[in-house]
């Protein structure tokens, strides 16, 4: 409903500028909410109106705001317009900004904000997000968790925000790696040990191998041999390929599993490998491909076609590279499912691949790679899986669940039953409160990780990780499930308000003046494809609901006052859920 108080003040301004209206919604903000509170709800910056040609350019600017601000004139929902440091300010009338917002959020609790006019544009149309991807042959580590959260959380929001959504796990499943591990496995490998101990033995396997590789040219030659078996599809070659897959691919769907993270497709690099020939065909038959002295096979990407800049896509031996199989990949989703936009989501070590992949499309002359994007992100510091330094998943859940047996055994009884009670589950079934709890931990790294710019580098901390303090997902489950519980013991009575009256305070109209800026909020992630913005919005909303329920009670209060400040906290509640499922985290009710 922050569109209807955008259209009010919109009004005022077309009327002044003589321009439409519609030329000032998406300038119009939500003031937001501080310490120092501020009494104004919306304001818009006179530099941008400059910007937009909304207003005429010269003259001082504090002077052009002073005068525009003076031109405003005041309604029942605009009560005041005041000239800020080069932007007018619009304060609104509190019981209608109460009626408003809470209306909405009664009759439409799962689509406020997300229908806004600032939206509007986002609206419709396929998109296609590739995210988590893994390579196969490799137990899930915590740096693969960071492209599979902001992966879901793109697609979530893309979701919501009213797109189709095709998620794609495109597994790194074939390539070098892949003759380097199957050499490794043909001279350390064993099969009674890859029965038993499956993903342990194939990464004793691969950093053997690495080892031996950097020493001895040797085993840098079989890797290549064995690859170039692969790919001419050599039986024997590829059941050992078929059969490291399948171990893999099984226990990443476990792991997705647990994490609540889904895929339309599961795709991978030997799906396309035998797309690379027409990728070739067509780069050839259109000049774009050139062979060099030494016998590879490159696209040139200069812009004075001088071969300064050149990605390879054949090796001297013939054999195929990753860039050409994300080539052949992109053509092969674009024809399959007609996307709008292609979002990629890896690490920022990729961002030269991804530029070379987008400009060797767009030579080939498909203009819509111009609406495909790759967003990178930091490295999570401190592993390599070659030298075995690496921290994985499921390792990070064992300590979870040790943590939370020691805290159990530590803690007085008191003590000891709240931190079962705060799991929604059975409190004699151990096993799945320290499971839960492991979740509950990786929701904490969603919203502390995250806080941030994505291209920030992460170093993984034993301590940081399974700290459950602080501003944490945890923090905000127990928000979620205490005004679930609220709301619970006063059931019999309506959540729906007529009388707005009591919502006048300091601490309700915070509430409100936050929940106002909401489809901002959406707006701002869905542009940057980042989650920061949610994860700090839906953090701020967690603490005014915490002062609120400490200063605004319920039990006690008047009939009219107890309903007010129920619909209020339900309103929360809503838009609490709803930002916690865009950011991948389920909801729970009890805790």
């Known amino acids: 409903m922050a ?251 476990r792991i997705y599993q647990r994490l609540g993270v889904h895929f339309d497709h599961y795709s991978g690099e030997a799906f396309h490998h035998h797309q690379t020939q027409n990728v070739l065909d067509v780069l050839m038959s259109q000049g774009l491909l050139k062979t060099t002295e030494k016998g590879t096979a490159v696209v040139d990407l200069s812009e004075a076609g001088d071969m300064s800049s050149y990605a390879t896509l054949v090796r001297s031996d013939g054999t195929s590279l990753y860039i050409t199989r994300d080539v052949a990949a992109a053509l092969d989703r674009k024809q399959r499912f007609g996307f709008d936009e292609m979002i990629y989501v890896t690490d920022k070590s990729q961002t030269v691949h991804f530029q070379q992949l987008f400009h060797i499309l767009q030579t080939m002359g498909h203009q819509w790679t111009e609406r495909c994007v790759h967003v990178a992100f930091g490295l999570v510091q401190g592993m390599s899986t070659r030298r075995g330094e690496v921290v994985f998943l499921e390792d990070v859940l064992e300590e979870a669940r040790s943590r939370m047996l020691n805290n159990m055994r530590q803690s007085s009884s008191e003590r000891k039953y709240f931190l079962i009670t705060l799991l929604p589950v059975d409190i004699g079934d151990v096993q799945t409160v320290i499971v839960f709890y492991s979740v509950l931990m990786f929701i904490k790294c969603v919203c502390q990780d995250f806080r941030g710019p994505l291209m920030s580098d992460y170093k993984f901390d034993w301590d940081k990780v399974l700290q459950a303090h602080g501003d944490t997902g945890v923090f905000l489950q127990y928000t979620h499930a205490r005004l679930c519980s609220l709301l619970r013991r006063h059931a019999s009575e309506t959540h729906s308000c007529c009388d707005v009256s009591p919502l006048v305070d300091s601490r309700s109209v915070s509430v409100l003046q936050h929940l106002l800026r909401y489809d901002e909020v959406l707006l701002q992630s869905a542009n940057e494809l980042q989650p920061r913005h949610l994860v700090i919005f839906l953090m701020t909303l967690s603490h005014l609901a915490a002062s609120a329920h400490r200063e605004l009670p319920v039990k006690g209060s008047s009939a009219a006052v107890a309903q007010a400040r129920l619909c209020l906290f339900s309103a929360v509640r809503s838009v609490l859920a709803n930002g916690m499922r865009i950011l991948g985290i389920t909801p729970v009710e009890k805790m």
């Open 3 to 253: 569109c209807f108080f955008r259209r009010r003040v919109a009004l005022q301004l077309a009327e002044v500028c003589g321009l439409s209206e519609d030329v000032f919604i998406p300038l119009i903000s939500a003031v937001p909410v501080s310490k120092k509170q501020s009494a104004a709800d919306l304001c818009v910056s006179v530099k941008r109106l400059l910007q937009n040609g909304a207003v005429a350019a010269g003259g001082d600017l504090q002077s052009k705001t002073q005068a525009l601000a003076n031109q405003m004139k005041r309604d029942a929902v605009v009560e005041e317009v005041s000239a800020g440091r080069g932007v007018i300010l619009f304060r609104l009338n509190k019981l209608i900004l109460a009626q408003k917002l809470l209306e909405q959020l009664r009759s439409e609790p799962d689509v406020f904000g997300v229908k806004s006019e600032l939206l509007h544009h986002l609206q419709g149309g396929r998109t296609l997000v590739e995210f988590s991807s893994p390579n196969i042959a490799k137990k899930f580590h915590a740096g693969h968790l960071r492209s599979t959260i902001i992966g879901n959380f793109i697609a979530n929001l893309k979701k919501a925000l009213g797109k189709e959504v095709i998620r794609v796990n495109y597994l790194g499943d074939w390539g070098m790696q892949f003759g380097l591990l199957g050499a490794g496995f043909e001279r350390f490998g064993s099969q009674e040990k890859l029965r038993t101990q499956p993903l342990e033995h194939l990464f004793e396997v691969y950093v053997q191998v690495n080892r031996e590789a950097e020493r001895d040219e040797s085993v840098r030659s079989a890797a290549a041999e064995f690859f170039r078996r692969l790919e001419q599809n050599e039986d024997q070659a590829l059941a050992l390929w078929r059969q490291f897959r399948e171990i893999t691919v099984d226990e990443y769907k």
